[in-house]
């Protein structure tokens, strides 16, 4: 039998070990959240994730058109608010592969297939070269007065391509392209090659004076 999970499509892709707060207030994803609260051990309130295309709407209940690669998420924290919405906490746990959605009960559910992520060895130059990059994208964040919000960089290569793709401030599109790599190297190398293109606008920028800035298309998303 295919798995099912309930699903909660949002307009933003998560990566596994991100924990992120929602408001939920949509009456379907507020039964899906009171479906989850009806499972008597925390650790099994799991649901699935994928990201909304953005220009498409398809299907029943008006639903977006999906990307294809997800993840599950483990429900966290719960408030319960007098209006009936909830304010949640989630944690990403692991890669999801969506094959159909069914939106016809009162919350959406989703056929899934799990994405395991490969274990092949990353080259010390391709890590020396994601930290290198990664930590002058945050100096340069700290000269900006900014902040990147990531303490001491992890030493497994999947946890390090995780925070780096969690991390780095790119459209949905290179974000999911991201999520959907096929191993840490492969995440890397893509990860050190977009922050080193955001590094080279952020120079720019710096380097204008301010009317020039201000006709300058640019944008750190």
Same mark, same amino acid.
């Not at 699903?7 to 039964?31: D, K, Q, T, W």
């Not at 159909?100 to 899934?112: A, H, I, K, Y």
């Not at 459209?171 to 990860?191: F, I, N, T």
């Given at each position: 039998?295919?798995?099912?999970?309930?699903?909660?499509?949002?307009?933003?892709? $998560?990566?596994?070990?991100? *924990?992120?707060?929602?408001?939920?207030?949509? !009456?379907?994803?507020?039964? #899906?959240?009171? =479906?989850?609260?009806?499972?008597? %051990?925390?650790? %099994?309130?799991?649901?699935?994730?994928?990201?909304?295309?953005?220009?498409?709407?398809? +299907?029943? =209940? +008006?639903?977006? *058109?999906?990307?294809?690669?997800?993840?599950?998420?483990?429900?966290?924290? @719960?408030?319960?608010?007098?209006?009936?919405?909830? %304010?949640?906490?989630?944690? &990403?746990?692991?890669?999801?592969?969506?094959?159909? $959605?069914?939106?016809? +009960?009162?919350?959406?559910?989703?056929?899934?297939?799990?994405?395991? !992520?490969?274990?092949?060895?990353?080259?010390? !130059?391709?890590?020396?070269?994601?930290?290198?990059?990664? /930590?002058?994208?945050? &100096?340069?964040?700290?000269?900006?007065?900014?902040?990147?919000?990531?303490? /001491?960089?992890?030493?497994?290569?999947?946890?390090?391509?995780?925070?780096?793709?969690?991390?780095?401030? #790119?459209?949905? *599109?290179?974000?999911?392209?991201?999520?959907?790599?096929?191993?840490?190297?492969?995440?890397?190398?893509? @990860?050190?090659? #977009?922050?080193?293109?955001?590094?080279?606008?952020?120079?720019?920028?710096?380097? #204008?004076?301010?009317?020039? @800035?201000?006709?300058?298309?640019? *944008?750190?998303?």
């Amino acid at each position: 039998m295919t798995p099912t999970l309930p699903m909660f499509p949002l307009n933003a892709v $998560l990566f596994p070990g991100m *924990s992120i707060p929602l408001r939920v207030f949509e !009456e379907r994803y507020r039964a #899906l959240v009171a =479906h989850l609260l009806e499972i008597e %051990d925390p650790v %099994d309130r799991v649901f699935g994730t994928v990201g909304i295309r953005e220009g498409y709407e398809v +299907g029943d =209940h +008006g639903a977006q *058109s999906l990307y294809r690669v997800g993840v599950r998420v483990r429900l966290t924290e @719960v408030e319960a608010r007098p209006d009936g919405t909830f %304010d949640i906490v989630v944690v &990403a746990l692991d890669r999801i592969g969506l094959d159909r $959605l069914d939106t016809s +009960g009162d919350f959406p559910v989703g056929e899934v297939h799990e994405l395991p !992520e490969a274990t092949d060895g990353v080259s010390e !130059e391709v890590l020396e070269q994601a930290r290198a990059t990664f /930590t002058a994208y945050r &100096a340069m964040l700290a000269d900006l007065g900014l902040d990147a919000q990531v303490g /001491t960089l992890p030493q497994d290569p999947t946890y390090l391509s995780w925070t780096l793709a969690a991390t780095a401030p #790119l459209p949905m *599109s290179e974000r999911q392209e991201l999520l959907e790599a096929a191993d840490a190297g492969e995440r890397l190398v893509l @990860v050190t090659d #977009l922050l080193r293109h955001e590094l080279r606008a952020m120079n720019v920028i710096a380097s #204008l004076p301010a009317t020039e @800035v201000a006709r300058t298309r640019w *944008s750190p998303n």
